[in-house]
């Protein structure tokens, strides 16, 4: 029933974007974009069936031998996360019987697991409410949306309750973010043209390499990194205008949105604040990567999750200052694989924010993953509304989600230079990203874990959240901030 409610109202805003994570191996009906002018025969053509992570003594080379003897192909390594690769098979097998294939090298094998479906945890409420232009509170940024942001400067509108915010206002006071912090956003990718978006973007800096990867080959990744689409582009012959330029043929990288779901997220992150246009950012001034791997209606898959993840892994260790990544999706299925990616970019230093879900269910009773990884780099993230009360749609657990943040009814950035109205915990967490950013902007030098700390530790308390997320408040940048 309220499935139907939710695809009618999508149908009337006219988005694609499905609400539930629906899933199914990829196997069955492979939804991925290929390219027209592919060369590669059918069956090799498919999305990789399994995630299969080989015991540590276990060389690339072995690994092939044991893939050619399935009849599969080894399509990509994680470089990140040691003897985990990514396999197609070519005989349209059974995937149980594909898992119980490598399963049963249990002396090489930890696991193998299917490449599972992932979807957005969606705006459940996508509103097409115009968002009004207001005059603005004394002290406030000069942006005309601003009076309509109430999760950073709440003073009652619109029936809301005054101060039910992260008091933007007086973190601000201290600083408003800084162009050396990176944020990804791990998604849709993100409209890096939109003009409130455009200062903010992070560019790949000439001192940092052209991302590089064995199986993937060279990519320029200006803009980030786009895993729906990088390896169909690097298959084969690649006759396009970046094609030639750079030695070994680099493939483009192009983390567009071609949803508008990624670059709503980013908005709330880092919409340039003060710019006399649209909203405000909870950075004025911060550099956003948008990690593309949900193509255009919202679905992808756990293998461009992790592909996009190592990315980033990998730029940080080529020199860009990223630490945090936001994770607006989730699924039921727990995917092994996904948690060690995040547990090597914990490694690497950068703190994982994922939205808890939007099925207004316990967590710690029904996970909800990647929000539920029990690691040191991840925040589960529910959702509130603009009078401090738990968003009806947003999931919580007493031990498993960890901060509220606001998102019902926010204001952010959308494709075509619009802006526009949504709700989800999708929006939820990066309020987190965002407050992360600013932490991180006021203190270049802090530890992963003690960013971690610092926002566990920097919120309002709220009675009604009590047994429902772990901190039981919502958070507070200002306090964040050590105001
Ligand atoms: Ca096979
Ligand atoms: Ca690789
Ligand atoms: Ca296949
Ligand atoms: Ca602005």
Redesign the pocket.
């Known amino acids: 029933m309220v499935a139907v409610i939710l695809v009618a109202l999508a149908a009337v805003v006219g988005q694609i974007g499905r609400w539930r994570s629906m899933l199914k191996v990829q ?1 069955i009906t492979p939804k991925k974009v290929t390219k027209p002018a592919s060369i590669k025969p059918a ?2 053509d ?4 399994l995630l299969v992570r080989f015991k540590k003594n276990v060389p690339l080379s072995q690994i092939e031998r044991i893939a050619g003897a399935n009849n599969d192909r080894i399509e990509d390594e994680i470089e990140s996360v040691s003897g985990l690769v990514a396999i ?5 097998a059974d995937i149980s019987q594909l898992l119980r294939q490598y399963e049963s090298m249990s002396d090489l094998v930890d696991y193998a697991e299917p490449n599972f479906e992932i979807a957005l945890d969606d705006s459940v409420d996508r509103n097409s409410r115009p968002v009004a232009e207001s005059s603005n509170p004394v002290g406030a940024p000069n942006d005309p949306l601003f009076g309509d942001q109430w999760a950073l400067n709440n003073t009652g509108q619109n029936g809301g309750k005054a101060n039910a915010h992260i008091d933007a206002l007086k973190a601000w006071a201290k600083t408003r973010g800084s162009a050396e912090v990176v944020v990804a956003v791990l998604d849709t990718g993100v409209d890096y043209t939109h003009k409130d978006l455009v200062e903010n973007m992070w560019i790949r800096p000439a001192s940092v390499p052209l991302y590089y990867d064995n199986e993937l080959g060279t990519a320029e990744d200006l803009h980030g990194f786009d895993a729906v689409n990088v390896a169909n582009q690097s298959a084969g012959s690649n006759t396009d205008e970046y094609g030639g330029g750079y030695s070994g043929g680099a493939s483009l990288s192009d983390p567009m949105d071609d949803n508008g779901h990624g670059t709503h997220c980013a908005g709330i992150i880092g919409a340039e604040g003060n710019n006399g246009e649209g909203i405000s950012g909870i950075n004025w001034n911060v550099k956003i990567m948008p990690l593309k791997f949900l193509g255009r209606g919202g679905f992808g898959n756990v293998k461009d999750a992790i592909e996009a993840i190592n990315y980033a892994i990998d730029r940080k260790k080529n020199g860009v200052n990223l630490r945090v990544i936001s994770a607006s999706w989730g699924s039921t299925q727990r995917s092994k694989a996904l948690e060690d990616a995040i547990k090597a970019a914990g490694d690497a230093g950068i703190l994982f924010v994922a939205a808890a879900g939007n099925s207004s269910t316990d967590n710690d009773r029904r996970a909800h993953y990647p929000s539920n990884y029990d690691l040191p780099n991840v925040l589960s993230v529910a959702a509130l509304d603009r009078n401090d009360l738990l968003a009806n749609f947003s999931n919580y657990g007493a031990k498993t989600v960890h901060v509220a943040a606001p998102g019902r009814e926010i204001t952010s950035t959308w494709l075509g230079d619009q802006y526009r109205e949504a709700s989800g915990t999708s929006m939820a967490a990066p309020q987190v990203s965002g407050i992360a950013a600013l932490i991180i902007a006021n203190d270049a030098k802090i530890s992963m874990a003690k960013l971690r700390e610092r926002i566990l530790k920097s919120s309002d308390p709220i009675d009604t959240l009590l047994g429902k997320v772990v901190v039981g408040g919502r958070l507070n940048a200002a306090k964040a901030l050590g105001e």
């Open positions: 196997d069956e090799t498919g999305t990789p069936e197609d098979d070519l005989d349209d």
